[in-house]
């Protein structure tokens, strides 16, 4: 009987697709119908009580999660050349890929294609929540004010505000960075701490991601009462989708090529796209650049030619840090989100979008769902309704599987760069 169950079960991400496509349908049945206030006052609600959850779990994980995966690199202090080399490279493939990603999201503007009054009336619905990170962005008038959104002068109340998470985000790093400076008999009790809270958030992650299907459904429904079924917000959407998917053909097909060709120490493009073919097909089967991880590291040693012990080191700390595709694919999202619900993003909200988008990609973890907690963070902290999540979750699930693909390539990327460390000659043929 257990077993007929399992076979049973649906798949979440099928369940959140079926709940996008119910939620549709319970729109447009309410325009039709002439029950758009019942949508709004019985069924939105639901939507906005999900949204709220993964609002309350958003600062406890992203602050717990920079803190295990910096403070957990005790490592450095015995491979400190190669571990220092290593967190730069990745630092500076997640910013050119979250440049990239802002990039196109301002290039293509997928979002544009919704009907103006449309948008115009969901900014008006939203009109408080961005009038006031507007006015917070008036008051700065010197060049640098925007340290005051960084540097927090009391992370208790930074703890409390969403909107302050980059405060949140600074300490974080801040005090893991102090834990990797003293002697580690004394840091391993909190860090073996932060580690089991962790797990614990994990789990209450996975609570919240549980209830998704009935949230899109709401949140869906409540969209297409909004937007008044307008079929521009399916053609946006479209656009928004191969958009993403551009974004990570070229990362992976255009960027790391090149970045092998010129610093691949010996392995050809060739050989590399060849050894890593199957490892992207399970990373993209799997959704989980952890559990991909023991196929990579045999690829890399066995294909590659990298000695095990740089690739002992540099692809699990890559599976902690360095999510390329992630930091492309949530910058066009926030920019989508945005443009639908016509908002115009500052250059300054950019900035932050750019600056948040790199921090927080480092700390979204690897479980299904964990990007919308940190997606919904982000939209918090410049001014943007997280209800908007609504409009990417139904159909997240093939994107993510193709940016744990990319995420895992640059993994075995900056392994091959590292690789002149290794006592054996490379190799790629």
């Given at each position: 009987m257990k077993t007929r169950m399992k076979k049973l079960s649906v798949p979440l991400y099928l369940q959140i697709l079926a709940?996008?496509?119910?939620g549709i349908i319970v729109g447009l049945t309410a325009i039709y119908a002439g029950g758009g206030g019942f949508v709004v006052d019985w069924i939105t609600p639901w939507g906005q009580l999900f949204i709220r959850m993964l609002r309350l779990i958003a600062i406890p994980l992203?602050?717990?999660?920079?803190?295990?995966?910096?403070a957990g690199l005790k490592d450095i202090s015995k491979f400190s050349g190669l571990g220092i080399r290593t967190l730069l490279i990745y630092l500076c493939f997640i910013t050119l890929s979250a440049s990239f990603g802002v990039g196109l999201g301002v290039l293509v503007r997928p979002g544009a294609l919704v009907d103006r009054e449309v948008a115009a009336g969901l900014q008006e619905t939203y009109r408080s929540v961005i009038a006031e990170k507007?006015?917070?962005?008036?008051?700065?008038?010197g060049p640098l004010d925007f340290l005051n959104d960084i540097v927090?002068?009391?992370?208790?109340?930074a703890a409390g505000n969403n909107s302050a998470i980059l405060q949140v985000i600074f300490f974080a790093i801040l005090f893991a960075?102090?834990?990797l400076l003293i002697p580690w008999e004394k840091?391993?009790?909190?860090?073996?701490f932060f580690d089991g809270l962790n797990d614990i958030i994990l789990k209450m992650v996975g609570f919240i991601i549980k209830l998704a299907p009935v949230g899109v459904t709401a949140l869906m429904a409540g969209l297409v009462v909004d937007f008044r079924g307008d079929a521009g917000i399916f053609s946006a959407l479209g656009l928004y989708a191969l958009t993403v998917t551009s974004g990570m053909l070229i990362i992976m097909y255009g960027f790391y090529p090149l970045v092998l060709r010129l610093f691949g120490r010996g392995v050809t493009v060739r050989g590399f796209l060849r050894a890593m073919y199957p490892v992207q097909l399970f990373a993209f089967t799997t959704s989980s650049s952890a559990?991909?991880?023991?196929?990579t590291m045999k690829a890399v040693e066995e294909d590659l030619k990298v000695s095990k012990e740089i690739s002992s080191f540099v692809l699990p700390v890559g599976v902690t840090v360095n999510m390329d595709g992630t930091s492309c694919y949530q910058a066009i999202a926030i920019l989508f989100i945005a443009q639908v619900l016509g908002v115009d993003l500052t250059l300054s909200q950019m900035?932050?979008?750019?600056?948040m988008t790199v921090l927080s990609s480092i700390g979204t973890p690897g479980i299904p769902g964990g990007t919308y907690v940190i997606l919904a963070m982000v939209l918090t902290s410049i001014g943007i309704p997280a209800e908007g999540l609504a409009l990417i979750i139904g159909i997240d699930r093939p994107l993510d599987m193709l940016r744990t693909a990319v995420n895992v390539t640059g993994d075995a990327v900056v392994a091959c760069m590292m690789g002149k460390d290794a006592p054996t000659p490379l190799g790629g043929k």
């Open positions: 709940g996008m496509v119910l992203i602050f717990v999660t920079l803190v295990k995966g910096i507007t006015q917070e962005a008036g008051m700065m008038q927090p002068d009391n992370i208790v109340s960075v102090a834990s840091a391993r009790p909190v860090v073996d559990v991909t991880l023991p196929v900035l932050t979008v750019l600056f």
